[in-house]
């Protein structure tokens, strides 16, 4: 069996925390500049059911900084994608109709989160290690996206590094550490080296877990000992139920929708009368 140590210690949230932040670590600063960068996302209050529904409301501030809920927490937040049931989504691919409430591709923050410029940038390297790692792209994306919003020189204040925040021991339990010419937390910050080692422990969480996905989301929130101190459940802290329920809504919109085959068609052929003569 597949042991790994706690890597994300100390980023938990426990209940009664603050109820905005970066899931994962806090606000993110940027190496390159020392600002405020990435998504500052809202924990709501309500706890994760695996297949229930749940819609991502969101907004930019005057400073271009996005804002992430699963509810609407004031007039700000606007609505840009319906979650759904997988049975919701089958239904719908089978009926050829587009998603309940209406279609969001055009609203600001729907195309915020799909084509931000570092979404195609780093794309071929989320296909390649996910496909390596036998993942989902767009599982790692939908990651990517709570943990950094694709920002690579994102930093929490917890130290936890790039697009996929890799702490440092989680570097060295993979093999990467200082030399002459880098530090580890150097390394870990070029995106090439953070999606290798962040795909290969997403994908040993998902090992260790049976491949239960909210286990091995809320593992790689809260730490993997967390997550086996609570019987093999998510933990009952706002943030790590949130930031689960937040990374499979992601998930739902990097993820194609189902293709539902055509039904076979029957066609009647009426009986053939011989023509009068």
């Known amino acids: 069996m597949l042991h790994l140590s706690q890597s994300h210690a100390g980023r938990v949230g426990c209940p009664g925390d603050i109820k905005r932040l970066r899931l994962g670590g806090g606000k993110l600063r940027s190496r390159r500049s020392g600002t405020s960068i990435a998504c500052l996302i809202a924990v709501a209050s ?14 930019l ?9 699963t509810e609407k927490l004031d007039e700000r937040y606007q609505l840009f994608f319906k979650g759904e049931t997988n ?25 915020y989160v799909t084509r931000h410029p570092n979404v ?10 996910a496909k390596l790692n ?18 690579p020189a994102a930093v929490s204040p917890k130290g936890a590094l790039g697009l996929m925040q890799l702490t440092p021991d989680t570097g060295a339990r993979y093999g990467v550490v200082a030399d002459k010419e880098r530090s580890a937390e150097q390394k870990l910050l070029d995106p090439a080296i953070n999606l290798s080692i962040g795909t290969r ?18 593992a790689y929130n809260a730490g993997e000992q967390t997550v086996q101190h609570y019987k093999q459940s998510i933990p009952p ?9 937040l990374v499979r809504q992601f998930y739902a ?22 023509m009068p003569e």
């Open 61 to 69: 501030d005057e400073q271009g900084v996005a804002h992430f809920a």
């Open 134 to 151: 036998g993942l989902d792209p767009a599982l790692v994306k939908a990651v990517i996206a709570v943990e950094s919003a694709f920002e």
């Open 120 to 129: 195609a940038k780093f794309s071929p390297l989320i296909e390649r290690d």
């Open 253 to 274: 919109l990097y993820r194609p929708p189902p293709v539902v085959p055509p039904a076979p068609a029957r066609i009647m052929i009426p009986r053939r009368h011989r």
């Open 46 to 59: 309500a706890l994760f059911v695996a297949n229930a529904r749940a819609n991502l409301w969101g907004y």
């Open 201 to 218: 422990y997403l994908r040993d969480l998902l090992s260790l877990f049976a491949n239960d996905l909210g286990l091995a989301l809320a």
């Open 237 to 245: 802290f706002p943030e790590t139920q949130e930031y689960v329920k």
């Open 87 to 111: 049975a919701d989504a089958a239904a719908r691919a089978k009926a050829e109709a587009p998603p309940a409430g209406g279609d969001f591709s055009r609203s600001r923050m729907y195309q």
